[in-house]
């Protein structure tokens, strides 16, 4: 067993040493197993405190030598971490316990970081918190440095001496040096895995002129550089190299700033343009009302003259026919005059006369009645022609406001799309960046062997999608850490967890836990987190994030909200949690399956799905299909020889890295992993031809199986047999793979 102690002053950036540490092989040292929250970290801050007087226990007055209780927790967590070969911890504390540590177990060795004082003080100085000035400052670098190199001086068998800039510039230098002084065998590191936090070069020319009298600095300064194991010299520490990094720096800075501006400017511009066109549209949606209102005026009033036409015919029609009647009686009583009394022919005359003046009227009636219609018609007919005259000039009017308005659309859709692509481009270089406008904690509840702390969080971005507000829970029950979701909140609808609606199944808390020590103690848990969404997967590493930024970096949260938790007990859990996460197994994740296809020949069926969003570990897919299918189908029962089918997810990307078509015919290229299941048999050869990665692809997806039926079963996708069929047949080719595959060679 090796303990590896990393240690240095407080500006040495001892996480980032320890992060390249684990990174090739170091592991983190667990906490106790009687009590989570004490950590190693905890330990020496407790022990710091309970022996230090002073408050913030950067300085202590000499090495501290714990007593047997500090020891006794010592070793729970000594205890905890016994399964591990090679383990340890980066604290700067862990400077005052140099000697403790040393004779506590003989396998502890010890990686001290130093590194310039002016680039130390330069850290202090652009740190959120500094309150030190250069007279406080070289007190504190010169004691801790001092312990370091007197500790090295004698103890060397098991320590070695290295600075910062050595370690992060050139990660293999504290490989080999580490395997050759301490016997460690540690992986490869690649130069990306841990990269130095650098500050400005002006505070560093700044705190170079600082720190110019303090002769001692430079004396010890000199004296560890001498007595390190370094194999490259300190960049930038002349003052012309800082001088000439600084107005670099301010070049780049200034130049930057100004495309922030351009590019605000052009945001402004770009919602302006989108409020005119929305009046716009919607002035010409009114004008549209209106017009429509006027035309049903006018046909109305059309309907009217139309229907009093109607009625003064009708008028006169009988009034003609009540004239014409007359007329008939009035030569009938003639008639029967002249008859019985010839005394009546002037009363005949004067008939006649009448007679003839009455059809003279009826005549003169006709005459207006014909000249009135006439007018009538003219008069509406000219009042229509001109309304008409009016609505085409109105609409020639607005079909050009329309075109006008259809090219500034065009142009603000296509100023939209290059916006998208290069949101889009952003986030493809930055796959994990995020933001959000506020977070806070809204409820507390602590119990015996329950905590938990309700968070919310306001316009969270990423690159996945955005989500307004967002309330869950980081839970601790009976030690059993994760994130909970509620559906009764209100601001958790169906939209901030694509996999929702699956994954409770009628359930009021989804909570998600990935910790494969954890996970294994409810089988429902673990199910729960297999099926999440690729989108949702992403969304629980993106709050981990935030979590860990809010509680890490005091000016995010309040002091009040600070004080409700215990900061460091829930920095811990977060930190367990997302180291669970990294270490979590690669599953195959999607958003969105359907049910693209179902064929059914005598002897041959298939179910052919189509993903959208498709992950696995890191590889991703923005389209993904295969088919389950059935060969040598019975009339009776079903088949005994199952096949994955796997085309080309859109006729042109490769699902595997290593793809070949095996089969081509009418429904297309592909390549084929057979199954038989009585007796149980797997195509090794073709099995064999895929790289490690696309093997454990393939197990993931048969592990995902049955969650796939159930899904498509339940968006109402019908087929010709049972949903049963295809889950037993699915059960019996895990059966057979665990039998052949993972048994004899495990992915």
Request: glycine content about 2%; some cysteine.
């Amino acid at each position: 067993m090796k303990i590896v102690v990393t240690c240095g002053s407080p500006w040495s950036n001892l996480h980032k040493i320890g992060a390249l540490l684990q990174a090739s092989g170091v592991q983190a040292a667990k906490a106790a197993k009687r009590d989570v929250s004490e950590t190693i970290q905890a330990w020496h801050a407790h022990a710091v405190t309970a022996y230090s007087d002073n408050a913030d226990a950067l300085l202590c007055p000499v090495p501290i030598a714990p007593s047997k209780p500090w020891e006794q927790m010592a070793t729970d967590i000594f205890a905890a971490n016994a399964d591990q070969a090679c383990w340890g911890w980066a604290d700067t504390k862990s400077t005052w316990f140099l000697d403790f540590w040393l004779n506590y177990d003989p396998h502890f060795i010890f990686v001290l970081v130093y590194d310039a004082p002016h680039k130390d003080f330069a850290k202090c100085i652009n740190a959120d918190d500094a309150e030190y000035n250069s007279g406080e400052f070289i007190q504190i670098w010169l004691r801790y440095n001092k312990e370091l190199l007197k500790f090295y001086n004698r103890h060397s068998d098991r320590s070695v001496l290295l600075s910062y800039e050595a370690c992060v510039n050139s990660p293999e230098i504290l490989r080999k040096i580490c395997g050759e002084k301490l016997g460690l065998n540690l992986t490869g590191i690649a130069p990306e895995q841990v990269k130095s936090e650098s500050t400005l070069p002006l505070l560093e020319l700044l705190a170079l002129q600082i720190l110019e009298p303090y002769q001692d600095a430079k004396e010890l300064f000199a004296e560890m550089e001498a007595s390190a194991l370094n194999t490259i010299p300190a960049k930038g520490s002349s003052q012309n190299e800082l001088l000439s990094e600084a107005i670099s720096e301010y070049q780049n800075l200034r130049k930057h700033s100004q495309q922030f501006v351009i590019q605000q400017q052009e945001n402004i511009h770009l919602v302006e343009d989108k409020l005119n066109l929305s009046n716009c549209l919607a002035d010409m949606e009114r004008e549209r009302d209106v017009l429509n209102q006027a035309q049903q005026q006018l046909k109305q009033q059309m309907d009217e003259v139309q229907l009093q036409q109607q009625t003064a015919h009708k008028i006169i029609q009988q009034e003609n026919e009540l004239l014409l009647l007359q007329l008939h009686q009035v030569q009938e009583e003639l008639e029967h005059c002249f008859v019985d009394n010839q005394s009546l022919i002037v009363l005949k005359e004067d008939l006649e006369k009448r007679i003839i003046a009455l059809e003279y009227e009826r005549e003169q009636l006709n005459q207006t009645q014909q000249q009135l219609s006439e007018a009538q018609h003219q008069s509406v007919q000219k009042e229509i022609q001109q309304e008409n005259e009016l609505l085409l000039l109105q609409l020639h009017q607005v079909q050009e406001e329309l075109e006008h308005y259809f090219m500034e659309y065009q142009g603000l859709q296509s100023r939209n799309e290059e916006m998208a692509s290069r949101w889009q481009r952003f986030y493809a270089r930055f796959p994990d960046y995020y933001d959000y406008s506020a977070i806070e904690i809204c409820d507390v509840d602590i119990k015996a062997d329950y905590h938990a702390v309700k968070w919310r969080i306001d316009d969270l971005l990423q690159s996945n999608g955005s989500i307004p507000t967002l309330t869950f829970k980081t839970v601790v029950d009976n030690g059993l850490m994760g994130l909970l979701f509620e559906k009764g909140d209100e601001n958790n609808s169906t939209a901030s967890l694509l996999s929702w609606p699956l994954l409770l199944n009628g359930q009021a808390q989804l909570f998600i836990n990935f910790c494969a020590d954890q996970a294994v103690r409810s089988d429902a848990i673990s199910n729960q987190c297999s099926k999440l969404a690729a989108t949702d997967w992403i969304r629980v590493k993106t709050l981990l994030n935030v979590l860990a930024d809010a509680l890490g970096q005091e000016n995010i949260l309040s002091s009040d909200a600070r004080s409700k938790i215990d900061v460091a007990y829930w920095l811990n859990v977060i930190s367990v949690l997302r180291q669970a996460y990294i270490d979590a197994p690669a599953i195959f994740r999607f958003d969105t399956v359907s049910l693209y296809k179902e064929q059914v020949n005598p002897d041959y069926e298939h179910l052919w799905f189509k993903f959208k969003e498709v992950r696995f570990g890191d590889s991703y897919w923005p389209d993904f299909q295969f088919r389950l299918s059935a060969a040598n189908v019975k009339r009776e029962g079903f088949s005994v020889f199952p096949k994955l089918e796997f085309p080309l997810s859109d006729d042109k990307t490769l699902p595997f890295e290593k793809w070949t078509i095996e089969i081509e015919d009418a429904i297309g290229a592909r390549m084929e992993l057979r199954f038989a299941l009585a007796p149980p048999a797997i195509d090794i050869q073709v099995w064999n031809s895929f790289v490690a990665h696309d093997q454990a692809l393939i197990a993931s997806i048969l592990q995902q199986l049955p969650f796939i039926l159930e899904c498509v079963e339940s968006q109402g996708s019908r087929i010709s047999r049972p949903y049963d069929d295809w889950k037993n047949m699915v059960n019996e080719m895990q059966a057979v793979f665990k039998l052949l595959i993972e048994v004899n060679c495990p992915v």
